[in-house]
């Protein structure tokens, strides 16, 4: 069955973006697939949420999925406009650059720190996903290629050992998730290029290099979102 999500002009979702879950524990496994949803850009900035639709998709009854919504309100990874209006959140201009520019610090320390730590197999690791990116953006699946943008940037840190750092990117990408994604395709191979230079920095054991390298792809990434129309002026509503 197709999820019945409403969005803004521009936005796509794809054509199930929730799948049946069996878990134990329903609500936070509810909450879990919702916040992967948002930090793998699955959803887009303006996309409506419907809570029946979801918990249809995923086979649970409203209570788990109306629970893990409230979370992520709370969280500030959906917003409320009324108890039928939730969606992801439009960024403005200013709260995304406060972002980007914890992230620059953030993500600069676990790319040093993975290129001190990291074994061939956790190199091994980030060749795989950077082939299957490149895999899936030449062959135009721009779903995957964004989950996989992700992943790289977050295995970073796992490699890095450096497990309160990925807590707090987790809840960053909440809402950068949405945002990468809807500029993903215009950034096109800026998008990518700059992993390259990561992973060959996190080769050569050279945590200087791999901390510029993974900056230098915030920084470009970033200013192809800021030539974009994803974030909301001040004047919005």
């Not at 069955?1 to 496994?29: C, K, N, Q, W, Y």
């Not at 950077?130 to 989950?147: H, M, P, Y």
Request: proline share 3%.
């Amino acid at each position: 069955m197709t999820v019945r999500v409403r969005h803004s002009a521009g936005a796509r979702v794809r054509p199930r973006a929730f799948d049946v879950i069996e878990h134990v524990r329903l609500g936070e496994a509810v909450y879990q697939r919702i916040a992967e949803a948002l930090v793998k850009g699955e959803l887009r900035p303006g996309v409506r949420l419907k809570i029946r639709d979801i918990a249809e998709e995923m086979g649970t009854s409203v209570t788990p999925v109306r629970d893990a919504i409230l979370r992520l309100v709370q969280d500030g990874a959906l917003v409320q406009r009324s108890p039928r209006d939730i969606r992801v959140p439009v960024l403005e201009r200013d709260e995304y650059l406060e972002i980007r520019r914890i992230r620059l610090e953030l993500e600069g320390l676990a790319a040093e720190d993975a290129a001190r730590k990291a074994t061939l197999d956790d190199i091994g690791r980030l060749a795989a996903i950077l082939t299957d990116n490149e895999r899936a953006l030449a062959e135009g699946r721009l779903d995957e290629a964004v989950a996989l943008n992700q992943v790289f940037h977050f295995a970073l840190a796992e490699i890095a050992g450096l497990g309160q750092l990925r807590a707090i990117l987790h809840r960053l990408w909440l809402k950068m998730g949405p945002v990468i994604s809807a500029a993903y395709e215009r950034g096109g191979r800026t998008m990518i290029d700059h992993h390259h230079a990561v992973l060959d920095a996190v080769r050569r054991a050279d945590p200087a290099g791999a901390r510029a390298a993974i900056q230098q792809d915030i920084a470009c990434g970033g200013d192809v979102i800021l030539g974009t129309d994803v974030l909301a002026s001040p004047s919005d509503d």
